[in-house]
């Protein structure tokens, strides 16, 4: 088994990451860089259709809650109910875990290459010679240099810089698939995850080496952008908004509310929302109608004015 | 290891664990060894500091391994360690406390991987800084005014000849550098990164690199004649018998090459890559491999001349010492062999269970 997973997946990407390595002026980081970026691009269509399907599963939620509630006795029923909800959404519940189950010994080999490609001490070397192609180009380019800017890419980074931006990136990311809920217990698991999961690995970055830092650190950059572009800036929409305001030094938009549970006796068999403007919660959405409207300009104005007032009567006095 | 004794032989081993191993080998009423142990102080503040275990760092501190041989001269064993320290400790009293010494006092020079050697009371050392360093060996400061700086990693043992010290480099460069100043004489640039130690035979240097070619250069830094029918790394030292220079390889085979020409005189096949460096007893050449057997073999012919090759628990990946009529085999499962060099029995094993 483990010589099927080296032959098919750990030595072909381990091979191309040091010839990436010898053709990007023999540097290991862009390798990196580089070697992620890629396998992101070609699990493009896997993470596509992952984030589709999360997306869809989290539209379904506050009716999948109504119907937990109102059959919390009778699970039977409950259970074709679900069923007959998840056929009319058109959602698979496992449409968001097959494409991660995919993706998952990707991730595994890519973490093992740049672990393995670094081979810190004599024994990963003596490792990493026994994977290696019969390639002179590959031969040449090892053992290769682990300098890259300010860090060894061999060791944690020492000024700790790294552990901050793996950390913040997966916070980012986090904080943008996170959907509101009225649910407190999915409020309080996806507090948990927000800053569980950038600390965890704020903590290994602390452990591994650097390279591997690299890796997670541009994968969540990668994982940004794509979010952004599929769902937009999602739970991190006020954070954003927040920081326009304090940026532009207007005021900030309130905190939404959580999306309120959506009554089950809506149509039956009607479309699952896929645009952004549809999937976006209902909340946001009337929250950003007034922005538009002349009323709500004339609100904003008020405020505005009723903020200044008293400031400008202690100056003169 | 090493061996130094006056009545009785002794034997140093460096072990993955931070230990040195001091075994007085005795033969009174039997054959046996009597082990002292040295390891260096832990959690010195700074301790591994860059490397991991600094200040705030949650990451566990480079281990003090000892990769590299002990090298022992004038009473004292020397040995360089994985978290960038080289110690001098007392070979009778097992101490650097007595006429010992640390360098550098604070900090680190990056992991030592490579054995120290000492000639002409200068010992020279490469750490992964890429720095050759030499250090008096009596007090442990700089010889020269700076340390010799390469491009990369410097894994390799030097070897000194002539007022000449020899390197290779992770850079790809075997470097001949003058003793007394540090300066560079001449560099041989391979395709590969060099890992092995050179090999200074009838005025020409044998070494082989990560490219997976084996070269003979000129003492001026010409290139001699290379071999280049190897599937992989040359990671060992080789060793000479009559004009022939033998080479273990991690593709699993022996080559025996004419020192004159680069031709192939013999090869043979073992089960495992060759990480240890080989060794000549008499007419033999005993060499250790990955498949943990140890194989003797004609360095004429290239014959097997033991009826089978020795069995041994752990790989073999130290250097095989060579005594009289023994060789010393010490395994990564941490047991040290003494094998009879005429049929490959064991004569005794002590297990230290230090890999």
């Known amino acids: ?317 | 290891m090493s061996e130094e004794g006056d009545t009785y032989d002794v034997l140093y081993v460096g072990t993955r664990g931070g230990k040195v191993f001091k075994g007085i080998l005795s033969n009174d009423p039997k054959p046996h060894v009597a082990l002292r142990e040295w390891f260096p102080e832990r959690g010195e503040p700074g301790f591994g500091a860059g490397v991991g275990g600094g200040f705030l760092s949650c990451a566990p501190p480079v281990p003090k391994s000892i990769y590299g041989t002990p090298f022992v001269y004038d009473g004292r064993v020397y040995i360089g360690t994985y978290d960038g320290k080289v110690y001098a400790i007392d070979a009778q009293e097992m101490t650097t406390e007595i006429n010992g010494w640390a360098y550098p006092e604070k900090g680190d020079i990056g992991p030592i991987v490579g054995s120290p050697v000492v000639e002409d009371g200068v010992l020279y050392i490469g750490s992964s800084d890429g720095k050759l360093y030499a250090l008096d060996a009596e007090s442990g400061h700089e010889v020269w005014p700076q340390p010799f700086q390469t491009d990369d990693k410097i894994w390799a043992t030097p070897a000194v000849h002539d007022g000449v010290v020899y390197i290779g480099s992770f850079d790809q460069n075997l470097y001949a550098i003058d003793a007394e100043t540090g300066t560079e004489n001449w560099r041989f640039e391979t395709q590969g990164g060099i890992g092995s130690t050179p090999l200074i035979y009838n005025n020409t240097i044998y070494i082989g690199a990560f490219d997976s070619k084996f070269y003979a250069i000129n003492l001026n830094g010409t290139e001699k004649w290379r071999f280049d029918e190897a599937d992989s790394w040359f990671w060992v030292k080789a060793v000479v018998y009559d004009d022939i220079v033998i080479a273990g390889c991690l593709d699993h085979w022996v080559y025996a090459l004419d020192a004159e020409t680069g031709d192939k005189q013999w090869d043979f096949e073992t089960l495992g890559q060759i990480r240890a460096d080989p060794v000549i007893v008499g007419d033999l050449v005993i060499i250790g491999s990955k498949d943990d057997k140890v194989y003797a073999l004609d360095a004429g012919t290239g014959e097997a001349a033991w009826p089978a090759p020795k069995t041994v628990d752990g790989h073999i990946r130290a250097p095989l010492f060579a005594g009289e009529d023994t060789v010393y085999v010490y395994t990564t499962a941490g047991t040290l062999y003494a094998l009879d060099t005429d049929n490959g029995k064991k004569l005794w094993e002590q297990v230290t269970r230090e890999p």
């Open chain 1, 1 to 317: 088994m483990t010589e099927l997973w080296n032959v098919l997946l750990l030595q072909p990407m381990l091979n191309f990451l040091i010839v990436l390595s010898h053709v990007l002026f023999s540097s290991f980081g862009l390798a990196v860089i580089a070697l992620t970026i890629i396998v992101r691009f070609i699990m493009l269509p896997f993470t596509l259709r992952q984030i589709r399907s999360t997306k869809a599963m989290t539209t379904l939620q506050p009716k999948l809650q109504e119907i937990q509630k109102k059959y919390a006795k009778d699970k039977q029923r409950m259970q074709q109910e679900v069923s007959k909800l998840y056929k009319e959404g058109g959602v698979n519940p496992l449409g968001c875990l097959w494409p991660m189950l995919i993706q998952l010994p990707i991730w595994i080999a890519l973490y093992q290459s740049v672990l393995r490609a670094l081979a810190a001490s004599p024994e990963d070397l003596l490792h990493l010679s026994q994977n290696l192609y019969p390639l002179s180009i590959v031969h040449q380019a090892v053992p290769m240099g682990s300098g890259f800017l300010w860090l060894n890419l061999a060791i944690p980074d020492s000024f700790y810089i790294m552990p901050i931006l793996v950390g913040g990136t997966m916070w980012i990311q986090q904080k943008m698939m996170t959907a509101p809920t009225t649910d407190p217990k999915q409020q309080s698991m996806s507090r948990t995850m927000l800053w569980m999961m950038p600390l965890m690995f704020a903590f290994f970055t602390m452990q591994f080496p650097t390279g591997l830092a690299l890796f997670w650190l541009v994968s969540n950059i990668i994982g940004i952008v794509m979010q952004y572009f599929i769902t937009g800036w999602g739970g991190l929409e006020v954070t954003v908004q927040r920081w326009k305001a304090i940026l532009t030094r207007a005021p900030a938009p309130p905190t939404p509310a959580p999306v309120p549970l959506s009554p089950i006796t809506e149509t039956p068999g009607a479309p699952v929302p896929t645009t952004e403007e549809e999937l976006a919660p209902q909340e946001a959405r009337q929250e950003k109608r007034p922005e538009h409207g002349k009323s709500g300009s004339k609100r904003k104005d008020r405020r505005r004015r009723h903020r200044t007032r008293p400031k400008r009567a202690r100056h003169s006095s």
